[in-house]
């Protein structure tokens, strides 16, 4: 399958701070990409989503900018909350329709 | 949305012997996934479970091993068969009720002795 991987593999951020997480992929013809959030002991939940055919796209507190010249996509959220404390996986969607997802990202929120 | 459930929640079994997973989601749809989530790792996706047709494996995992049903638009099974602890996961099954967004159960934690 394709190559989705993070930069970052922990991240510790100061309630109230910004958090922006990190995702590179590999195959240029995906179209479409997801940010998931999973806590501990539960399956991942879907944050936000981005088609190809756009650089950003704005939700409750989260944004996601995808930089296709670079293959590079982040996820960023505002003003980050003790509860959004979790690992965060990006996923693409390849030619085939199946989804690819990243190695993920630990967040940690310090109070 | 979906709300979706797995059953077991988490199971301890011994080496060589099988255990069934069910997925079970509250409306009709068409598209039904099953991953695995190793320790510490990311998702990676066993198969494709469509209603009415055989599921479709990804590379690296063969039905023999990965038995999946699919009677109705609501359930599927998966089983994970002649076990070892190297099958000591999380298995997650997901459904895809409109285009392109995938729902995921809770997940069942599998340990193998």
């Known amino acids: 399958g394709e190559s989705v991987g993070l930069h970052l593999p922990t991240l510790s951020v100061q309630e109230g701070d910004n958090s922006i997480i990190n995702c590179a992929y590999s195959n240029s013809a995906s179209d479409y990409f997801i940010w998931y959030k999973q806590e501990s002991g539960k399956g991942p939940q879907f944050i936000i989503d981005i088609r190809s055919n756009m650089d950003k796209r704005q939700g409750q507190r989260v944004t996601v900018l995808l930089n296709k010249t670079v293959k590079h996509l982040s996820l960023q959220i505002a003003a980050t909350q003790p509860g959004d404390s979790a690992v965060y996986f990006c996923?693409?969607?390849?030619?085939?329709?199946?989804?690819?997802f990243g190695t993920g990202t630990r967040l940690t929120v310090i109070p | 949305s979906a709300v979706i459930s797995q059953k077991p929640s988490r199971d301890i079994c011994q080496r060589g012997t099988s255990l069934t997973i069910q997925c079970q989601v509250d409306?009709?749809?068409?598209?039904m996934f099953w991953y695995r989530q190793q320790p510490g790792q990311s998702l990676t996706l066993i198969a494709t479970?469509?209603?009415?047709?055989?599921?479709?494996?990804e590379s690296g995992f063969v039905i023999d091993k990965f038995p999946i049903s699919r009677p109705n638009l609501t359930f599927s099974t998966l089983t994970v068969s002649n076990m070892s602890p190297e099958d000591s996961s999380i298995y997650l099954c997901s459904v895809e009720p409109t285009t392109d967004t995938q729902y995921f159960g809770p997940g069942t934690r599998l340990t193998v002795l």
């Open positions: 409306s009709q749809v068409t598209m």
């Open positions: 479970a469509n209603q009415g047709s055989e599921a479709t494996y």
């Open positions: 996923a693409e969607r390849d030619g085939a329709n199946n989804l690819f």
